[in-house]
């Protein structure tokens, strides 16, 4: 019989950090209990004092510089394959690079491709770093259009 709640497609906002690794692993056992595929995001950042085209980068072998927005995007895509071929096994991982807020675009993104499930790690911050900074796992299970399962990564 299968459950009423059964995952189908599991996003994993993934930032690169220890807490992003802990929670696709918890995405993984999910999505083997389930037969569920995963998503991979990363959300790069815009920054609002550098315009497309400003070129600050040297990319490694090369001295034509790039503009920042095109390195942040190419190395993330990059890297982020990296991790799905890590963690790659016997479930469907795939990969996504976006720009912008990143609450936004992983809410945008989970409605955009039917995503059942969000598991995404959190920083623990508190005091005034959380004020300061915000909590974008936080922020995610109050507007998510899917339910949201969160995880610290053990210290």
């Given at each position: 019989?299968?459950?009423?709640?059964?995952?189908?497609?599991?996003?994993?906002?993934?930032?690169?950090?220890?807490?992003?690794?802990?929670?696709?692993?918890?995405?993984?056992?999910?999505?083997?209990?389930?037969?569920?595929?995963?998503?991979?995001?990363?959300?790069?950042e815009l920054?609002?004092?550098?315009?497309?085209?400003?070129?600050?980068?040297?990319?490694?072998?090369?001295?034509?510089?790039?503009?920042?927005?095109h390195y942040?995007?190419?190395?993330?895509?990059?890297?982020?394959?990296?991790?799905?071929?890590?963690?790659?096994?016997?479930?469907?991982?795939?990969?996504?690079?976006?720009?912008?807020?990143?609450?936004?675009?992983?809410?945008?993104?989970?409605?955009?491709?039917?995503?059942?499930?969000?598991?995404?790690?959190?920083?623990?911050?508190?005091?005034?770093?959380?004020?300061?900074?915000?909590?974008?796992?936080?922020?995610?299970?109050?507007?998510?259009?899917?339910?949201?399962?969160?995880?610290?990564?053990?210290?």
């Amino acid at each position: 019989m299968q459950s009423a709640l059964a995952w189908k497609t599991i996003l994993v906002p993934y930032d690169f950090s220890d807490g992003a690794d802990h929670a696709a692993a918890i995405a993984l056992a999910e999505a083997r209990t389930h037969g569920a595929s995963v998503l991979l995001l990363h959300v790069v950042e815009l920054m609002p004092h550098f315009g497309p085209e400003t070129r600050l980068i040297l990319p490694e072998g090369t001295q034509t510089p790039i503009g920042i927005h095109h390195y942040a995007r190419s190395r993330a895509e990059t890297d982020l394959r990296e991790v799905a071929a890590r963690l790659a096994g016997d479930i469907a991982i795939e990969t996504f690079v976006r720009e912008g807020n990143p609450i936004e675009e992983i809410a945008n993104f989970a409605r955009q491709n039917s995503v059942d499930l969000i598991v995404m790690g959190t920083h623990g911050r508190t005091g005034l770093r959380r004020v300061v900074i915000g909590s974008v796992a936080e922020r995610m299970v109050r507007t998510s259009p899917v339910p949201v399962l969160t995880t610290r990564h053990p210290d």
